[in-house]
């Protein structure tokens, strides 16, 4: 693959990449996928390094971001915002000027968007949105690569999101659905509608790609659906709602039931986690055959692997 066009270049949301780059990062990393199940050992980050800011917990995109650069001979260092300057001592201005001068790029996990946009703004380096309160880039070039190992090109299938459907995760499917061609359905109660203002920036890719983009408060739009997918009711930092959200998200328990709803046998159950069981999903739905999370979760490293080998090589 020519990764000219992504040299140098930052992932802060896919409302920056169009489909074609978005379908190149999706085959990199297949062969990404490959190279691994061959066990076929590269240095491809031989000499580089990587800033791995975190501002929240996480599981999956730290060992991502980690074991996809150290094994191929780069050197990750996890910078937690406990023991940096950044948000104490420093401006995020500041922060980025000086890791921009001793690392090759950065990952930031967060709070706000505009720090990470700060952070490419000022590091001068390739800047990885890890997950802000507004977007999950990185999980969802995963999910739409589970959801292609099962069915094949995405364009013209249709992805339920079912919950808090104002949150990072549904926002960023709702971006990359549009791009792609995937007609995509939130189903949340009416106070948790993403944001107008999203949806209009999704109209013209949607218009391109012929992607269908519905909003609804019924459960029962899961209808013909060939993904349903669910998060946790209050995300990271939202955690004084979580009685208020209980009430509210209760009737969008993703389960057996609503798996029938959709009316197709091979309908697939797909969760960016960490899930709490029994509460957005039922327990025998997540541990049964229709899950796909734990696919999803190891596509998270080599969806990473693609994107840092396309923008650092
Ligand atoms: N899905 C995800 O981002 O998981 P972590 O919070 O464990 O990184
Ligand atoms: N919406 C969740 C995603 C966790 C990966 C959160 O922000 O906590």
């Not at 169009?18 to 066990?39: M, N, Y």
């Not at 949340?188 to 269908?212: K, V, W």
């Not at 009316?263 to 709490?276: D, M």
């Amino acid at each position: 693959m020519d990764t000219t066009r992504f040299r140098g270049r930052s992932l802060l949301t896919w409302l920056d990449y169009d489909p074609g780059e978005i379908r190149e990062l999706l085959e990199l990393s297949k062969k990404v996928k490959e190279e691994s199940r061959a066990g076929k050992i590269n240095r491809r980050f031989t000499g580089k390094t990587l800033a791995l800011v975190f501002e929240k917990r996480s599981t999956r995109t730290r060992c991502a971001f980690e074991t996809a650069f150290g094994e191929e001979g780069g050197h990750p260092v996890f910078l937690s915002t406990a023991d940096i300057q950044l948000g104490a001592k420093e401006s995020v201005e500041d922060t980025a000027r000086v890791l921009g001068r001793m690392f090759s790029a950065v990952q930031f996990r967060g709070f706000k968007q505009s720090t990470v946009e700060t952070l490419a703004g000022y590091s001068g380096v390739p800047v990885y949105n890890g997950l802000t309160d507004s977007f999950h880039p990185t999980q969802v070039l995963a999910d739409i690569m589970t959801l292609e190992e099962n069915f094949g090109p995405c364009k013209g299938k249709k992805l339920c999101f079912v919950g808090d459907g104002r949150n990072n995760v549904a926002r960023s499917l709702l971006v990359i659905s549009a791009k792609l061609g995937l007609h995509f359905t939130v189903i949340t109660p009416p106070s948790l509608n993403p944001d107008p203002g999203l949806i209009e920036l999704c109209r013209a890719p949607a218009a391109e790609s012929g992607a269908r983009i519905l909003v609804s408060a019924d459960p029962a739009a899961v209808e013909g659906a060939d993904a349903l997918y669910t998060d946790v009711w209050t995300s990271m930092g939202e955690e004084d709602k979580r009685a208020e959200r209980r009430a509210l998200l209760e009737p969008y328990q993703v389960n057996r039931a609503l798996m029938e709803k959709t009316g197709k046998g091979e309908t697939i159950f797909l969760h960016c986690l960490p899930a709490i069981k029994g509460e957005e999903v039922s327990a025998e739905l997540i541990d049964g055959p229709a899950s796909r999370v734990w696919d999803e979760a190891e596509n998270r490293k080599h969806t990473i692997k693609a994107i840092m080998l396309a923008t650092l090589s």
